[in-house]
Nanobody, 122 residues
């Protein structure tokens, strides 16, 4: 079992930055970020493997703006988001899973945090 707690969301102007954190308790897994915008389905954003040596991202979303990292000594994963756009407005969820692929398996087999709201104003 694993529990995930996100923090760091908030309101920011377009072009601004935010850093999200996710603290995990329990076993260590691959971790990732998903997001759900109002009226839309939850979508994959970016993930990182257990060791932190490899990252996987939705290029159409990330566009070189988001960076994922983890500090296993602190059981914490980070999402650095730069040059934010209004379309990035969503609830961002931290998730953990025993494997990266397929991404579709995270919804069924993964562990999830409660989410943190990110709002980007124009």
């Amino acid at each position: 079992q694993i529990q995930l707690v996100e923090s760091g969301g908030g309101l920011v102007q377009a072009g601004g930055s935010l850093r999200l954190s996710c603290v995990a308790s329990g076993r260590s897994y691959a971790m990732g970020w998903f997001r759900q915008a109002p009226g839309k389905e939850r979508e994959f954003v970016i993930a990182i493997n257990l060791s932190g040596s490899n990252t996987y991202r939705a290029d159409s979303i990330v566009k070189g703006r988001f960076t994922i990292s983890r500090d296993n000594a602190k059981n914490t994963m980070y999402l650095q988001m730069n040059n934010l756009e209004p379309d990035d407005t969503a609830i961002y969820y931290c998730a953990a899973h025993t494997k990266i692929y397929p991404i579709s398996s995270w919804s069924v087999e993964g562990y999830w945090g409660q989410g943190t709201q990110v709002t980007v104003s124009s």
